[in-house]
Structure formats: structure tokens, C-alpha cells
T-cell receptor, first 114, second 110 residues
Framework: GAVVSQHPSRVICKSGTSVKIECRSLDFQATTMFWYRQFPKQSLMLMATSNEGSKATYEQGVEKDKFLINHASLTLSTLTVTSAHPEDSSFYIC??????????FGSGTQLSVL | GQNIDQPTEMTATEGAIVQINCTYQTSGFNGLFWYQQHAGEAPTFLSYNVLDGLEEKGRFSSFLSRSKGYSYLLLKELQMKDSASYLCAVYTGTASKLTFGTGTRLQVTL
């Protein structure tokens, strides 16, 4: 089946620093990628929809200047958490949509901001 | 707005059958997914329903009724490894945005 690679799997950073998370579709081209955030014991909350070559569409309440998304190619999207704070600590997951409309998820990134 | 409801927690016995329900009220509908998620891991795909009816895949089956805004995931011959969260997600809108329900934590006991 389709594979989506996401890294790093875990990152610990100091408050005020920026963190970049990469999401790659390894064996298919993904014109659309989605970024989700998940707090403990809660479901996935969509943060933004990323289309290759265009600006990302952010969900209500998600700060686009804080969560920078770049989708420069059909196989790569990045999420940069700028000036991270402890409340940004969460599990971030990307997903890529294949041509048959199925979504495949990356393995997730656990971000801990000290 | 989008509203997708699932029971928060369920418990079932190893070897038994369990049905996890999902009701949705969304603006637009392009399909419904079920995912399994173990703690600390990414969700894994279980099923995708677009048309009404039952889709069977091994021990797992998923049912959809679009007119009722209702779906269920049926797990047969439960195994301990089936203890996980089960997420119902609906594709909506022209952008095919995937909105997740709250998830159901299933605990399988001996």
C-alpha cells in the first residue's frame, strides 16, 4: 500500500524556537496533504489543507503565521511551528490523499516544548 | 457546521462481536472512513464507504446509511490486539476535507 513518511517522530525543543516537520509520500503523488493535531485522548483536529503549488487553507482558529505550511512538490509538505510554546506540545500527523481518494497517514510527530 | 458523534468508550470480551456506531450531520457528504488508532501511533485505514450498504473485509465490516446519517463498524472474533481507538471520519465539501469524530476507545477483555 501507499506509504507516507513523516519525521521527526519525536522532537523536544525550547520555548521560542521553531520546529519543522516533514511529510513525504513515498510511492505516489499527493496533490493534497492535510495536517492534523491531536491532544491526549482526543480525536484528530484538522489544522490545514495543503495543495501543491498554492497557499494552504487553514481551519478556523489556527494561526497561519504560527503554523507555516509549504507544499512545494507533489511528494513533500512541511509544517513549521514558529516560536513554539508549551501549549503547542501535541501530536502532529500529516496525511496525503491518493488519486483513489484514500488518505494515508504519516507516523506522526510528538512535539514537546519545554 | 460539522457534527460527528461516536460513543466515547466501549468494552467487549475476547471472541465476541462489537458494533461501534457513528452518526453525522455535515454540510455535504463525499464518503465515510473508519480508522484504527493505537495509543501514540498514527491512524491506520480500515474501510471507506461511499454508497449505502455493508462492506465486509475479514473480521471487520462497515455499514453506511446516507439518508440516516449513520454508519457502524462491526468487529467480529475480537482479539486483545483490537483494543484501540476507532475513528469515524467524513469527507465533506468540494475540497474533500476529512473531519474526524471524537473516536471510540475500545477495551477488549479476557
Amino acid at each position: 500500500g501507499a506509504v507516507v513518511s513523516q519525521h521527526p517522530s519525536r522532537v523536544i525543543c525550547k520555548s521560542g524556537t521553531s520546529v519543522k516537520i516533514e511529510c513525504r509520500s513515498l510511492d505516489f503523488q499527493a496533490t493534497t496533504m492535510f495536517w492534523y493535531r491531536q491532544f491526549p485522548k482526543q480525536s484528530l483536529m484538522l489544522m490545514a489543507t495543503s495543495n501543491e503549488g498554492s497557499k494552504a487553507t487553514y481551519e478556523q482558529g489556527v494561526e497561519k503565521d504560527k503554523f507555516l505550511i509549504n507544499h512545494a512538490s507533489l511528494t513533500l509538505s512541511t509544517l513549521t511551528v514558529t516560536s513554539a510554546h508549551p501549549e503547542d506540545s501535541s501530536f502532529y500527523i500529516c496525511s496525503a490523499r491518493a488519486t483513489d481518494e484514500k488518505l494515508f497517514f504519516g507516523s506522526g510527530t510528538q512535539l514537546s516544548v519545554l | 457546521g460539522q457534527n460527528i458523534d461516536q460513543p466515547t468508550e466501549m468494552t467487549a470480551t475476547e471472541g465476541a462481536i462489537v458494533q461501534i456506531n457513528c452518526t453525522y450531520q455535515t454540510s455535504g457528504f463525499n464518503g465515510l472512513f473508519w480508522y484504527q488508532q493505537h495509543a501514540g501511533e498514527a491512524p491506520t485505514f480500515l474501510s471507506y464507504n461511499v454508497l449505502d450498504g455493508l462492506e465486509e473485509k475479514g473480521r471487520f465490516s462497515s455499514f453506511l446509511s446516507r439518508s440516516k446519517g449513520y454508519s457502524y463498524l462491526l468487529l467480529k472474533e475480537l482479539q486483545m490486539k483490537d483494543s484501540a481507538s476507532y475513528l469515524c471520519a467524513v469527507y465533506t465539501g468540494t475540497a474533500s476535507k476529512l473531519t474526524f469524530g471524537t473516536g471510540t476507545r475500545l477495551q477488549v477483555t479476557l
